[in-house]
């Protein structure tokens, strides 16, 4: 029998979604190449619609309440944004990566997915009604068929070069080294961003006495697969801020760039992508683990009811029809904050005005909402919650809910063919709207000031028939 869903990738993207389709009741393998957490962290954190999206299961509780603010600062291209002006502020989890990934480990597994750390995918194919994977595992090598394959295997995916899918965009103009390091004297290095003449360098404290260094050239042509060693980033440091840092024992040291690139497409038969397998971005203000719980978060509840058969016509598309236009949106914004990064004296005037600019609480609040994903909305429709995210509600169990605020409860009538799949909540009568119901990735489907039209195929077109 083949296996529900194969996820390949054990990342925060690959871990979420396996969750996820537990949720919806299907089985879920994750295949992890590592053969245990690395326990180091690319991303500091979890901002806006990704620390939202993950308070929607309850998974928040289970981080440091020290974590979870909302953002004070953030930035665009360096630019300070001054969130704490704002009247409603950006939520954030500033969780480390290692953290966020041992949550949602832990939580797939509560909910009975499997997880095989050490097993590397080499190839894979799919055949009318299954996918075939050949994996290397720490014993031997082995298959594995799935009915459906999801390659959450970060930006150099295999699953998506395997599936034939492209991956255009924007090659790199920058080349950032970076080290989690110890530094031989702290006090003497300038904090946070420092744009020169010739790059950028960023330090940012980790706690326990190590720093992130980052330094960021507008060159390009480094062997993106050699090692970084201490004395490139001491080297680099030099090159970009003219003076040397002291600093040792590095914990990791790698590199990123500002190659910005999107799957031409999200889905190829029963082989679908997600988070940087899907876009890959330069880690400005912190959209790549974002991007990607979203990403799992729409499509879990849709591949589940793929799976289980129950999936109404054309909802699967749905997922590339909803993220791949949000991942384009948000590659567009990251070129942007790239270009405001570079040095020379033309950005300096762009920044200037930008600066300018964003002391306007209105358009501060815009840039926020960009960089934070807060403006996502996947349709518009008769009523204007319709497409956004939904006012606050919880939805541990992963399944849509439907809230009825009518008076003589009207909408739990239209509902009953659907009551298997959707939780129906009454409520108090005279709130507004009236009636709303609310995906399990915790976007409106529909709502209504005060009756039920259009309520019987808006929960046919996302849940399928009633019975
Ligand atoms: C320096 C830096 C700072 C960043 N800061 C932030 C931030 O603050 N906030 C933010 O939101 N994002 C940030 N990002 C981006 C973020 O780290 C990524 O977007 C995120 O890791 C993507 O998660 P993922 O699960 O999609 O992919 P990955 O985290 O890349 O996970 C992919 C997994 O797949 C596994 N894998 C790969 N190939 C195979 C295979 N063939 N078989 C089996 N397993 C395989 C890998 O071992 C890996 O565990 C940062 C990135 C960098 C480089």
Redesign the pocket.
Known sequence: MPVGVVI???????LLLAGELRLGGVEAIV????PAPSGLS??????GR?AQTLDRRGLLDRFDKTLQKPAPFAHFGGIPLDLTRLECGSPALLAP?AEVERVLAEWALELGAEVRRG????GLAQTGEQVTLQIKGPDCAYDLVARYVVG???????VRKQAGIGFSGTPATQVSR?GDVTLTDPGAVPRGMRRTPTGMFTVVPLGDGVHRV?VSEWRTGADRDAPVTLDDLRAATGRVLGAEVGMDRPRWL?R?TDAARQADRYREGRILL????AHIQL?AG???????IQDAANLGWKLAAQVRGRAPAGLLDTYHGERHPVGARMLSFVRAQGVMLSPGPQVDALRDLFGELLTEPATLRTVADRLMGLDIRYESGDHPLVGGWAPDVKLSAGRPVLVDHTADHRLLAVAEGWRDRVDIVTAAAGEKPAGILVRPDGYVAWAHESGADGLTEALARWFGPGY
Not at 31 to 34: H, P, T
Not at 152 to 158: F, K, M, P, T, Y
Not at 286 to 292: A, L
């Open positions: 390949v990738g054990g990342g925060p993207t690959g295949l992890e190449q590592l690319k991303a500091l954190g979890v901002m990704g990566q097993h590397e995918v080499v959450c295997d970060g930006a150099r995916s295999l970076f980052v790698s990123f997600a988070g940087d397998a880690p912190g959209p790549g683990m974002t991007t990607g």
